[in-house]
């Protein structure tokens, strides 16, 4: 068969062939065949081509074999432009060692499984093996490994949960000295504060601030910082708040620490009428929680010899047994309202802050009718430590939480608070935080983490006004990825997390920004061997 087309494009003959006598004539209409059309056509055609080159060349440069034929091409180029795969190189046999099940009894004793990639290679290239072989070994390797990395992690977690969990001797120690000068010492003893200052405790025109903690050492450092970088500390009153065993050695220290001109007064919880006389709704809450977590998660020995929980798991249920979250001390903020009735307003502390900055201008903030004055956690340059939000702490597969709240809710921080005691008392956040303390207990624990912040998230939901970052740095008992510069910038730092920085654990790069508020010649604290370092 053959094609003329005339010179002037206006008519195409077509020969059929030799059998045939006729031809066929076609006229082409009086429009010309544009030349941009043809361009267009050849442009086509050439990504066409360059294409095809491509992907023949990606499969040569991948170790395939280079195609030679159409058919060949197509069947490499047809499954990739329809979207699908390839068949796979890697022998079937292989998939089916690998998905096998294999008893972890199966390896206890044996010496002749690879105890590294190295040796694994090693093995391989010295001995010529079979594709089943090669993915028995492999297995077997890889669960031993396996294994051996879940134990490395469930015993660094449980020493972890010691290490927080105890109190250091040289906490101790510092306890028992300053309550034995609590009874031999009048000095040790006396009024806090002085009956001059008394009238200021209830006076809103000074800066009030509430620290609730049963760590001597670590409430002598808030309040040590607190008062030496207050540009008006003769303004300061520090309300100190603690637990029946440990208000006499804090009485001690503080009479013997005075820190004038700043007014400090230390208080236990039996010395408030409301706590002794009436029904708190906290105490009965926190006792069916020590049951329920006593029931449900046992020991620690117990929790560490579960062979079937993850790590991540076992880190939780070891966390669970933490004394914190059973102390008091950890829900007391939730009755400040009760605590200090002649109060307007007022910043909560807790004992492991360090104040780097006056926080008198905290009192100038507008709080718009709001509760909590609070630094938000969901934004920021640290996504470890600022990307939470109410997923990360609320259960929101238990529909009692995702009925009520949206998971993509900003969270806050508990550390450094505003609190607006007169517009708490307008509402009914308290009452909601007991409800929900009761529901997290009918539902077995399962609706939030551990700790008061879920409960807090919830009750203070609506009330909260967000302030600027710079008032409240988190993380530091967490990771050490923070830079000191950015770390002396900050109004306040916080060590939330383990690696409290009286504790062995603590970073080292970061404990020095809490060991200057520590005289460490004083005769207590050498007496205890509390050492800087």
């Not at 077997?140 to 469930?154: D, P, W």
């Not at 939330?496 to 080292?508: D, M, Q, S, V």
Request: some cysteine; charged content about 20%; overall charge positive.
């Amino acid at each position: 068969m053959q094609l003329h087309i005339s010179p002037s494009l206006r008519h195409v003959t077509v020969f059929p062939g030799k059998e045939v006598r006729e031809f066929i004539k076609v006229k082409v209409g009086s429009r010309r065949l544009s030349y941009r059309m043809l361009f267009y056509s050849i442009l086509f055609f050439t990504f066409i081509l360059r294409f095809v080159f491509v992907m023949t060349a990606v499969d040569t440069i991948d170790g395939e074999t280079r195609c030679s034929t159409i058919g060949c091409l197509g069947k490499r180029l047809g499954p990739r432009i329809l979207g699908r795969r390839l068949e796979s190189s890697v022998p079937e046999v292989v998939y089916q060692v690998l998905e096998e099940p294999i008893g972890k009894d199966e390896l206890k004793g044996r010496s002749d499984i690879p105890q590294s990639l190295d040796e694994f290679m090693a093995e391989i290239k010295d001995s010529n093996i079979d594709a089943r072989t090669f993915a028995i070994k492999l297995r077997e390797m890889i669960t031993l490994l396996e294994e051996r990395t879940r134990n490395a992690k469930i015993q660094e977690y449980l020493y972890r949960h010691v290490a927080s969990s105890s109190i250091p001797k040289q906490l101790h120690c510092l306890a028992l000295r300053l309550a034995n000068e609590h009874s031999t010492n009048a000095a040790a003893r006396l009024q806090l504060p002085s009956a001059e200052f008394v009238p200021a405790l209830v006076d809103n025109s000074f800066f009030h601030f509430v620290l609730a903690s049963d760590n001597i050492l670590a409430a002598s450092v808030v309040a040590t910082s607190l008062v030496q970088n207050s540009l008006r500390p003769h303004k300061v009153v520090l309300h100190i708040i603690t637990d029946r065993k440990t208000y006499c050695p804090m009485q001690a220290w503080f009479s013997l620490h005075p820190l004038s001109p700043a007014i400090i007064e230390v208080k236990a919880l039996h010395h408030f009428d409301w706590f002794s006389k009436g029904k708190v709704p906290v105490l009965e809450a926190m006792e069916k929680d020590q049951k329920v977590r006593s029931q449900f998660r046992g020991g620690s020995s117990a929790i560490v010899a579960n062979n079937t929980d993850k790590p991540n798991v076992i880190a939780a249920k070891l966390q669970a047994l933490s004394p914190k979250y059973n102390s008091i001390m950890n829900h007391i903020r939730i009755h400040l309202p009760e605590m200090f009735p002649s109060l307007n307003k007022v910043v909560f502390l807790d004992d492991d802050v360090v104040v780097q900055t006056d926080l008198s201008p905290l009192w100038d903030i507008d709080m718009n009718g709001k509760v909590n004055g609070a630094v938000e956690t969901c934004r920021g340059g640290d996504k470890f430590v600022m990307s939470k939000k109410f997923k990360s702490y609320l259960n929101f597969s238990h529909p009692l939480i995702s009925n009520n709240f949206d998971p993509n809710t900003c969270a806050w921080a508990y550390g450094m608070n505003i609190f607006d005691l007169e517009a708490w008392r307008k509402t009914n956040i308290s009452r909601t935080y007991h409800y929900w303390l009761e529901q997290n207990l009918k539902s077995d624990l399962s609706l939030w983490q551990l700790g008061t912040l879920p409960p807090g998230l919830i009750a203070f939901h609506g009330h909260v006004h967000v302030i600027d970052p710079f008032w409240h740095m988190l993380g530091f008992g967490y990771q050490e990825n923070t830079s000191a510069a950015d770390a002396k910038s900050a109004g306040v730092i916080h060590f939330n997390g383990r690696a409290k920085p009286w504790l062995e654990i603590a970073f080292p790069k970061l404990r020095p920004l809490w060991a200057k508020y520590v005289d460490f010649s004083d005769k207590f604290i050498k007496g205890c061997h509390i050492r800087e370092s």
